[in-house]
């Protein structure tokens, strides 16, 4: 199966803004909801933004308001712009999408590492 493939990531200082894209493969793209997850480090995967094909989000507490999750059906990516970084959003942000159309999240990319510093 072809990969999910983020980039974007990088340094930036608190109160920044940075922007991660994911290239995903077509077929069922348009069809399934697709996600961001991120992993601090000597964390457990958390769950940050979703959207369905439609375009309805949601998103983790944490990010409420600072986050925006957004797609392009047509060229088949996922963006997560994210504003007012602070520190503890530091971790390796995974672009995921399922399988199936209704299935769980088992498709991932490789991770793009963001750090927030002070």
């Known amino acids: 199966q072809a990969k999910l493939e983020e980039s974007g990531g990088g340094l930036v200082q608190a109160g920044g803004s940075l922007t991660l894209v994911c290239a995903a493969p077509g077929g069922l793209f348009g069809d399934v909801a697709m996600a961001w997850y991120r992993q601090a480090s000597g964390k457990q995967r958390e769950l940050v933004a979703t959207?369905?094909?439609?375009?309805?989000?949601g998103y983790v507490e944490s990010v409420e308001g600072r986050f925006t999750i957004s797609r392009d059906n047509a060229k088949n990516m996922v963006y997560l712009q994210m504003n007012k970084l602070k520190l503890e959003d530091t971790a390796v942000y995974y672009c995921?999408?399922?399988?199936?159309?209704?299935?769980?999240?088992?498709?991932w990319g490789q991770g793009t590492q963001v750090t927030v510093s002070s």
């Open positions: 995921a999408m399922p399988s199936t159309q209704h299935g769980p999240y088992d498709r």
């Open positions: 959207i369905t094909p439609g375009g309805i989000t």
